[in-house]
């Protein structure tokens, strides 16, 4: 097929995984994901910087909107940081789970035996923040427009998950409400917004997660087949 490009392509050619193998590495990936559960006992034993380098690369991998590629990681493991990190959040947790007035939300979090006391904002090694870019500033002072901001992060938000995952380390999607403080406590300029806060390290020797099941094939996926003449 014969195509007038006006802006550079690259052709794109993957071999092609015959589907015998492709099935194999599904059900790998699958199982290997299966056992991916959010933590909130961790560690404090060390975790190299590599390995937050690694995850954010994996998740710079992610489509976006115009692949403008609208997020910011911002990593610290800097004792101080961290700990103006966690009595902010528990600021604003003790508000929502003491003052506001919020009982299917709070009802809907019971079985996760939440509160507002978040040790492990200090007791991870690291703590990295998804930031939004609505607007990215541009070189010459000008802010460009993004597009399906918060679609984009969150896919490479995913994408960050699941490498910290493969490399034997767990985290938590925090996300206080609301999260401008990190803004402030992480020198953020006022074009971006926090989007998830992740807590990274190794789940603590006596860690326990709720007892849970996920949602059945049967009812995360309809199949409409063709329509046979």
């Known amino acids: 097929m014969n195509r007038s490009h006006q802006h550079p392509f690259v052709a794109y050619t993957p071999p092609r995984v015959p589907i015998g193998e492709g099935l194999r590495r599904g059900a790998e990936y699958l199982d290997e994901l299966e056992r991916r559960r959010s933590v909130r006992w961790f560690s404090d ?4 910087l590599e390995a937050i380098q690694l995850a954010v690369s ?3 991998t992610a489509p976006s909107g115009a692949h403008h590629q609208p997020w910011t990681f911002v990593a610290t493991d800097d004792p101080e940081i961290k700990r103006g990190v966690r009595m902010a959040a528990e600021e604003e947790e003790r ?7 919020l009982p299917e939300w709070h009802s809907a979090l019971a079985r996760l035996e939440t ?5 492990f904002l200090e007791v991870a090694p690291w703590l990295v923040v998804a930031f939004a870019q609505k607007h990215t500033p541009q070189p010459d002072g000008s802010l460009r427009k993004n597009y399906y ?3 984009s ?3 490479a938000c995913g994408f960050f998950i699941a490498a910290l995952h493969r490399m034997g380390l767990a985290t938590l999607t925090h996300t206080p409400n609301p999260m401008a403080f990190l803004t402030k406590v992480l020198d953020r ?3 971006e917004r926090p989007y998830i806060l992740f807590p990274v390290g190794y789940p603590a020797d ?3 997660v709720p007892e849970l099941t996920r949602k059945p094939l049967d009812e995360a996926l309809i199949v409409r087949p063709a329509r046979r003449s």
Request: hydrophobic letters at 25%.
């Open 45 to 48: 034993d060390p975790v190299p």
């Open 58 to 60: 994996a998740a710079n």
């Open 95 to 101: 508000k929502f789970y003491q003052e506001r007035e």
């Open 115 to 119: 509160d507002e006391h978040k040790e």
């Open 149 to 151: 901001v918060s679609e």
């Open 153 to 155: 992060v969150g896919i």
């Open 189 to 191: 300029p006022r074009t």
């Open 206 to 208: 006596d860690c326990e």
